[in-house]
């Protein structure tokens, strides 16, 4: 896949404020990412955030790191954190901002083995569809040491069809994206957002033990899954 966001994340960094990247979507029109999310500074974090980087233990994995910021604050106080990501201009960001443990991977090919995998932003949504749900979650056991945890944020997004929007026949959490920056555009890829119910059956199947641990008034929440 081009790496559209990585560009845009990369030129942020860099400098260039005026940075915009689109993001065409599958249900409505298209949206404007604010590039500045991805580079907060702590006292910025969400309530959401804090929470699940105050549960983070041993070695962490950061899983779709983007501009490292979470792995950054980690690293801060002394957290043995390893930085994934696909995308070389996230890595490179992530490298010049002084992120120490970087690796640019497809995390299904990753091999070694961490006690906490932190999957902020969302981050469960690279695995695609519901349907892939549960191969995501073995993918996981075997990047988990024993008794290992995954933490990772979603949101239950029933409230984008509230207001008459038709409901997709498939599973309405399965949403399509494709970025564009400078005139360029990337390749559409699923993304999805689980509602917690869906998300604890497929966690269960896996062997895994769900907790919530935190919800919002915006329909998101952290969950906890401790490897049984």
């Not at 260039?16 to 599958?26: A, G, I, Y």
């Not at 979470?70 to 002084?98: I, P, Y």
Request: include cysteine.
């Amino acid at each position: 896949m081009k790496d559209i966001h990585g560009k845009a994340i990369l030129a942020y960094y860099l400098g260039d404020r005026t940075t915009r990247l689109k993001l065409h979507n599958s249900y409505g029109p298209i949206d404007i990412m604010p590039i500045d999310v991805f580079f907060k500074e702590a006292e910025d974090f969400s309530d959401l955030e804090n929470m699940a980087l105050s549960h983070c233990r041993g070695t962490v994995l950061d899983i779709g790191a983007a501009a490292g910021t979470h792995a950054l604050f980690l690293q801060s106080f002394g957290a043995n954190v390893t930085a994934l990501d696909s995308s070389s201009g996230c890595v490179e960001t992530m490298k010049r901002s002084g992120v120490q443990q970087v690796i640019q991977q497809d995390y299904r090919q990753h091999q070694a083995t961490y006690d906490t995998l932190l999957l902020l932003m969302n981050g469960i949504g690279i695995a695609g569809t519901l349907d892939q749900l549960l191969n995501f979650f073995n993918t996981c056991k075997s990047l988990l040491n024993q008794g290992g945890q995954i933490l990772l944020d979603s949101s239950d997004i029933a409230y984008l069809y509230a207001d008459g929007l038709a409901k997709p026949e498939h599973y309405y959490g399965e949403i399509r994206y494709r970025y564009e920056y400078d005139k360029e555009q990337g390749d559409w890829f699923d993304w999805l957002y689980v509602d917690a119910t869906h998300l604890n059956k497929a966690a269960q199947a896996a062997g895994f033990e769900l907790e919530i641990l935190h919800t919002d008034a915006h329909d998101q929440y952290l969950a906890k899954l401790q490897l049984i």
